[in-house]
Nanobody, 119 residues
Framework: VQLQASGGGLVQAGGSLRLSCAASGRFLSIVAVGWYRQSPGKQRELVATITSGGSTNYADSVKGRFTISRDNAKNTVYLQMNSLKPEDTAVYYC??????????????WGQGTLVTVSS
């Protein structure tokens, strides 16, 4: 199983980006997915999560600006980021709990995608 994160780039403050996290390989289901970010010199922090049932949770710093969603048919989770600020600049990673065909749950990380917000 692999997670492929994409969609990062350079955007001006106030702009928008949509990140994607696509799961590939053989598995039964994607349980929960989270987006994390890490800026230089800082610890990785949780940005948003979504459960298999669609329940979402957000860091206070992104509430009202970011939206996490999932397309189960495409095994993909999205992070829509609006009203971006320079402090949102970071490498964004997706993380997922995925159930194997034998019913065991494993945790995977994507490779990260860089988001740079210019002022």
């Amino acid at each position: 199983v692999q997670l492929q994160a994409s969609g990062g780039g350079l955007v001006q403050a106030g702009g928008s980006l949509r990140l994607s996290c696509a799961a590939s390989g053989r598995f039964l289901s994607i349980v929960a997915v989270g987006w994390y970010r890490q800026s230089p010199g800082k610890q990785r922090e949780l940005v948003a999560t979504i459960t298999s049932g669609g329940s979402t949770n957000y860091a206070d710093s992104v509430k009202g600006r970011f939206t996490i969603s999932r397309d189960n048919a495409k095994n993909t989770v999205y992070l829509q980021m609006n009203s971006l600020k320079p402090e949102d600049t970071a490498v964004y990673y997706c993380n997922a709990d995925i159930t194997s065909g034998l019913g065991r749950k494993y945790n995977y990380w994507g490779q990260g995608t860089l988001v740079t917000v210019s002022s």
